[in-house]
């Protein structure tokens, strides 16, 4: 048997090993690079030197080790029963993060956060989700550090998976359907299309709304942000060692699924911390959906992160801040932009792009489920259909890294309706 892996003592920032600086963050007014005074009114102090770093390793505090000990290490997987299905030479290991409290790998960086602004004496949080993975992850993080948090859920999931906003309020987070009548923002959505399915971009505006209306308040964000991906890259730094203890020189290819980014980039940057360095040849995938593809068919540009204005404006590959995606089931991916970082990096070309059909995406996942046992969550179930098409054409050895970054127990209602053939 290998050696268990640890938990990692630090986070790692691939902003510090780029060989190209990543473009700064821009003020709407001014166009200047933000500063830790612009960003001050919205984040912990901890977490805005984070976003601004240029640090390779940044030290994970001990209560956040604590936290993540009640789960961490998560699993990576070896899914020889997806290899005999699919007919391939490949080995396929599969980084599994369904088993945190959440069932997702949001809880990475939920707790980072929370724990910060816990350090600053916040008592009240404000965030936006999407499947309702990152409000009910930051529900159990605010419990856990004790900070009340509202969360504005895009309507579409609200509607479609109340046992995601049960669960954050289970936990004591309240949850709202956005967009909402509760902001301006959310009201001017309403007035001009109140049959909108929302997006991410119109939750954002009103959490950021009531939190820059509240000095008692902060803003806490799932994805997108530099210190959202370096708390998720704990994900890739276990599966790089645990692909070592499992005898493995690298990995040849690690697919993930890509909405914001932060899934992917925390699978895959430590991964290509080795290829930096000239210690890898490893190629990484992102796999986003048909109906938000943001990297295979946006534009790498400026863009607010909502839709209002209200954020930084990041350079990013985006479809444009007031893009509104179709109601899919993945809704974690339903976002008109990618993370600056993870943006940077396909620019660079180490990451690249593909766009996978919804029911492409629930095919392999229900083909996984048969063959693994385990029944994704439909963001990560993008991936698993991107890695198998490779993998049907892999005929000599190689390694494949999937990102499984959740489990679908939740969203059975859009398996049925595939089964059913329901989906469109």
């Not at 999931?157 to 709202?176: A, C, D, M, Q, W």
């Not at 048909?290 to 992160?305: K, L, N, Q, V, W």
């Not at 339903?334 to 996978?356: C, D, F, K, N």
């Amino acid at each position: 048997m290998p050696e268990p892996v640890s938990i990692p003592t630090h986070w790692y920032n691939i902003a510090g090993d780029l060989p190209d600086a990543p473009p700064p963050h821009l003020h709407p007014g001014t166009r200047e690079p933000v500063t830790v005074a612009d960003l001050e009114p919205l984040f912990a102090a901890g977490l805005i030197e984070q976003e601004l770093s240029t640090e390779t390793d940044i030290a994970i505090p001990e209560p956040v080790r604590e936290a993540y000990a009640t789960y961490r290490t998560t699993p990576l997987l070896r899914a020889r029963s997806f290899e005999r299905a699919l007919g391939t030479a490949a080995r396929i290991y599969v980084k599994y993060e369904g088993v945190s409290p959440v069932g997702s790998h949001k809880t990475n960086s939920a707790l980072a956060q929370a724990y910060y602004n816990s350090v600053d004496g916040v008592k009240k949080l404000t965030t936006e989700t999407g499947a309702g993975q990152w409000g009910s992850a930051l529900s159990f993080a605010c419990a856990k550090f004790g900070i009340d948090l509202e969360v504005w859920q895009v309507r579409a999931s609200f509607e479609s998976k109340p046992y995601r906003r049960h669960l954050i309020e289970v936990y004591g987070g309240t949850v709202h359907s956005s967009p909402s009548d509760l902001t301006a923002s959310g009201r001017k959505v309403l007035d001009e299309q109140p049959d909108t399915p929302g997006s991410l971009g119109i939750a954002v505006s009103e959490a950021v709304e009531v939190a820059a209306g509240d000095p008692a308040a902060r803003y806490a964000l799932g994805s997108v942000l530099n210190h959202v991906v370096l708390h998720q890259t704990v994900i890739g730094l276990e599966a790089v060692e645990q692909l070592r203890a499992a005898g493995e020189e690298q990995a040849d290819v690690v697919f993930g699924c890509a909405g914001g980014g932060s899934n992917l980039a925390g699978l895959s940057f430590p991964f290509l911390r080795d290829v930096l360095h000239g210690r890898a040849t490893t190629r990484v995938v992102a796999a986003e959906p048909a109906a938000c593809p943001s990297i295979t068919r946006g534009e790498y540009r400026y863009d607010h992160g909502d839709i209002v204005g209200l954020t930084p404006l990041l350079k990013m590959h985006t479809l444009g801040q007031d893009f509104i995606p179709d109601p899919i089931h993945a809704g974690g991916l339903r976002y008109h932009g990618m993370a600056p970082l993870l943006s940077h990096t396909v620019e660079l070309g180490y990451v690249q792009g593909t766009a996978v059909a919804q029911t492409d995406a629930f095919a392999a996942a229900v083909e996984f489920a048969r063959s693994e046992g385990i029944v994704p969550a439909p963001e990560s179930a993008h991936a698993i259909a991107a890695a198998a098409e490779y993998a049907r054409t892999v005929t000599e050895p190689e390694v494949i890294v999937i990102g499984l970054s959740g489990h679908g127990q939740l969203d059975l209602p859009a398996y049925a309706a595939y089964l059913h053939g329901e989906l469109g």
